[in-house]
Nanobody
Framework: QVLLVESGGGLVQAHGSLRLSCTVS????????MGWFRQRPGKEREFVAS????????YYEESEKDRLTISRDNAANTVYLQIDSLNPADTAVYYC?????????????????WGQGTQVTVSS
């Protein structure tokens, strides 16, 4: 009965910014460590960012960290991912994930629930 729904994707121009949202229903958001992943066509899903239950600690893919901000609003049961300085390489399906694991950075198989994904397309 836990459901994750992403929103905020779409077609955006390079050099712009985008904020994705993921709303969790069925359980309080504070139950979970939360993560964001992306998947480019024909490629494996890859880690983007994660955040602890209280939101006091974040973790980012190293090469992208200066462009990323993950945050959460537990009262609203929503986690966010902001991507700045978008470029065409950011084009992908973005997924949020929720996990019971008590880790800052679980591996993908340690997440328990996944959203359906939201498409982000960055044009030049």
């Amino acid at each position: 009965q836990v459901l994750l729904v992403e929103s905020g994707g779409g077609l955006v121009q390079a050099h712009g910014s985008l904020r994705l949202s993921c709303t969790v229903s069925g359980r309080s958001l504070s139950t979970f460590v939360m993560g964001w992943f992306r998947q480019r066509p024909g490629k494996e899903r890859e880690f983007v960012a994660s955040i602890t239950r209280s939101g006091d600690t974040t973790y980012y893919e190293e090469s992208e960290k200066d462009r990323l901000t993950i945050s959460r609003d537990n009262a609203a049961n929503t986690v966010y991912l902001q991507i700045d300085s978008l470029n065409p390489a950011d084009t992908a399906v973005y997924y949020c994930a929720a996990g019971y694991a008590f880790k800052l950075h679980p591996s993908p198989d340690e997440y328990d629930y996944w959203g359906q994904g939201t498409q982000v397309t960055v044009s030049s």
